[in-house]
C-alpha cells in the first residue's frame, strides 16, 4: 500500500520568515501532520526542508512504497534528475533528500498544483506556524 506525504515550504520574503509542512495519508485518511518554523530561508529551501522531513518520516515509519507529493516543480524534477541544482544553498539540501529516499524501496515524485487539497491543507499549517512566530516575536 502506498503511503502518500505532500510537503510544502513557503517564506515571507524571498528570504524571509519560513516554515515548511507535511501531510501523511494512508488509505485517503490523514493519519501524520507537522509543521515548523525554520528562521530566515529562502522559498526552496523550506520546499526541500519539508521534503527531508517527509522522508525521514517514512523512514522511521519503515514505508516501502512512498509517493512524495510537492506543489514545487523544480524540486520534484530535481529529485527526479531531470534539472540541475544550480543553487549553492540547495546542494546539500538536495543530497540529503536523494540519499534519504534513495534507501525506499519504491519512490515516486509527483508535482501538484498549489490547489490541490492537501497541498492546501499543508500551506494552511505552515502559515498558521509562521503566524505563532510572528505573534510570539512582536512580544
Known amino acids: 500500500m502506498t503511503i502518500k506525504i505532500y510537503s510544502d515550504g513557503g517564506a515571507r520574503g ?11 495519508c494512508k488509505d485517503n485518511k490523514i493519519i501524520h501532520q507537522h509543521s515548523e518554523f525554520i528562521g530566515i530561508n529562502t522559498n526552496n529551501v523550506a520546499e526541500y526542508r519539508g521534503l527531508i522531513y517527509a522522508a525521514g518520516y517514512a523512514i522511521d515509519s519503515h514505508e516501502d512504497d512512498v509517493e512524495f507529493i510537492m506543489d514545487s516543480k523544480l524540486a520534484i524534477e530535481q529529485m527526479k534528475g531531470r534539472y540541475k541544482v544550480k543553487a549553492k544553498s540547495i546542494v546539500p539540501l538536495y543530497l540529503d533528500a ?3 529516499t534513495s534507501g525506499i524501496r ?8 498549489r490547489s490541490d487539497p492537501m497541498i492546501t491543507v499543508a500551506d494552511s499549517l505552515l502559515n498558521r506556524k509562521m503566524d505563532e512566530h510572528a505573534g510570539s516575536s512582536e512580544k
Do not use: C, D, Y
Request: charged content about 15%; hydrophobic content about 50%; glycine content about 4%.
Open 14 to 24: 524571498n528570504p524571509g520568515p519560513s516554515a515548511f509542512a507535511v501531510v501523511v
Open 98 to 100: 536523494k540519499a534519504m
Open 106 to 113: 519504491n519512490v515516486k515524485f509527483t508535482h501538484v498544483r
